[in-house]
Each structure stands twice: as structure tokens, then as C-alpha cells.
Nanobody, 126 residues
Framework: QVQLVESGGGLVQAGGSLRLSCATSGRTFSQYRVGWFRQAPGKEREFVAA????????LYRDSVKGRFTISRDNARNTASLRMNNLKSEDTALYYC???????????????????WGQGTQVTVSS
């Protein structure tokens, strides 16, 4: 397991940007795939972006392609989600998730992730 703590959420106007960070514990962070998910009130938790262990392969949901960028810094045990051109529909509680894996593939299915942070709120005003 790895511990995850999200930060960087807040209130931003539509069209603005935010950078979310996910701080993790342990030297073995480099062996975990990472994903970002979000959940709005009354809605199911949904996939946002994912990155493989080496950080050279990413996956995004269609609605955020070209606007969001996921990255990781294994030397610092952190993962990030840069969000540009934010829209009102991006408002949600954002979660960082991780799962140990022997492979190095991205994963969009939240059920495949074992470790989750507590979330950071992102609110986009119109």
C-alpha cells in the first residue's frame, strides 16, 4: 500500500487553471500506476486521467483531453494533474489513486485501484 494526500483544489473561474498534487509515501511509489478520478454530487465517481509507472504513457477521458495533463515525479513520490481551461462541469471532488503493478500499463477502471486519497475539492464558477 501507499498513502496518498491530495492538495491544490480550490475555487476558480471558468477558463482558469489549477494544479492538483498527490503526495505519496514510500520509496516504492515508482512501482504504482496512478489515476485521477472525480465525483460530483449525485453522480458516480468517474475516470479523469491515468499515468503508468514510468510516466511515459497517459490516458484521459474525452471531455478533458487537451485541457488536463497528468504527470508524476517518482524521485519526489508525487503525481500531479494540471487542469487548464476549466469548465463548470469540472466541478467535483478529485481523488488520486494508486495500485501496485508488475506491468507498466495505464488503467482507467477505478475498481482496479487499491489505494485512494481523501480528495480535494475543485469548484469552477461560471
Amino acid at each position: 500500500q501507499v498513502q496518498l494526500v491530495e492538495s491544490g483544489g480550490g475555487l476558480v473561474q471558468a477558463g482558469g487553471s489549477l494544479r492538483l498534487s498527490c503526495a505519496t509515501s514510500g520509496r516504492t511509489f515508482s512501482q504504482y500506476r496512478v489515476g485521477w478520478f472525480r465525483q460530483a454530487p449525485g453522480k458516480e465517481r468517474e475516470f479523469v486521467a491515468a499515468i503508468n509507472k514510468r510516466g511515459d504513457s497517459t490516458l484521459y477521458r474525452d471531455s478533458v483531453k487537451g485541457r488536463f495533463t497528468i504527470s508524476r515525479d517518482n524521485a519526489r513520490n508525487t503525481a500531479s494533474l494540471r487542469m487548464n481551461n476549466l469548465k463548470s462541469e469540472d466541478t467535483a471532488l478529485y481523488y488520486c489513486a494508486a495500485e501496485f503493478t508488475y506491468t507498466d500499463l495505464v488503467q482507467a477502471n477505478p475498481r482496479e485501484y487499491t489505494d485512494w486519497g481523501q480528495g480535494t475539492q475543485v469548484t469552477v464558477s461560471s
